[in-house]
């Protein structure tokens, strides 16, 4: 248990600056691309052509964008025109954008337009827009428990930052859980009498077998079919269940 909060603390502590450091050296040094934006949990700022764009909140497995701003500039990067998009949806290969206003700074004077349903377009394909996201690893929980907030502030849709978010708890712990379980399959395997490759054996069906129920679990509340919490944690609780039927059983059979 130590060890687990241990590892809650390291993943607070060191994780998200070593993985965001590990992504820059993979992507900038090593693969040369060129760095234009990144992903928090609830925001993305890039530039483009026309100038810079800020989406809300982007839901990489719906492929949506919720809440768009583009910024554009002149040469001399004086500002020109705001555009403003609720929603942009990928549709058969392509951005489709829902209503926009376009608000005109040239000459001084401020003009605001409406512009009709489809007629924004972006350059940017989804591929692009899920490979800048920042990973969940690359945030502490505090920080994105700060992210989660401002998003819900904005009436923005989370269920799966919580998932990553309760995940980042659930997690250290899955240690703690799964030699729970794997300590009376050892001693019951052991009064069989010696069997090392038994043993070894086990342990790696077992933790496979967590690391199946963990993927499945979030990619359920990742889509909606679990709540967040249970998601996160619904490995650890079949665990911990297993754990306890097991000594149980173990007392009886004694």
Do not use: C
Not at 48 to 76: H, K, M, N, Q, S
Not at 173 to 197: C, D, I, K, N, Q
Not at 209 to 231: D, F, K, M, N, V
């Amino acid at each position: 248990l130590l060890l687990s909060v241990g590892a809650l603390a390291w993943n607070e502590a060191v994780v998200p600056a070593s993985s965001s450091r590990s992504r820059w050296l993979w992507d900038v040094e090593l693969k040369q691309k060129v760095y234009r934006g990144v992903f928090d949990a609830s925001s993305l700022w890039f530039q483009e052509a026309r100038g810079f764009v800020r989406i809300d909140r982007y839901d990489a497995a719906a492929r949506t964008i919720r809440g768009l701003t583009l910024f554009e500039t002149d040469p001399a990067f004086g500002l020109k025109r705001i555009t403003t998009v609720d929603s942009i949806l990928w549709i058969d290969g392509r951005w489709v954008a829902g209503p926009a206003t376009v608000k005109e700074l040239a000459g001084g004077d401020l003009r605001v337009q409406a512009l009709p349903a489809g007629q924004f377009a972006l350059t940017e394909d989804p591929d692009s827009l899920t490979t800048r996201r920042r990973k969940p690893e690359e945030t502490g929980f505090l920080e994105m428990r700060r992210q989660v907030a401002a998003v819900e502030a904005r009436g923005l849709p989370v269920g799966e930052s919580l998932v990553d978010l309760h995940h980042k708890l659930a997690w250290p712990f899955s240690g703690f859980f799964v030699t729970l379980l794997a300590a009376p399959m050892t001693l019951r395997m052991r009064r069989r009498g010696p069997g090392y490759g038994r043993e070894v054996r086990a342990g790696i069906a077992l933790g496979f077998a967590y690391w199946i129920l963990t993927g499945t679990a979030l990619s359920a509340g990742r889509t909606g079919a679990l709540p967040p919490l249970l998601a996160a944690w619904t490995a650890n609780a079949a665990t911990a269940t297993l754990a306890l039927a097991a000594w149980a059983a173990g007392r009886l059979s004694a």
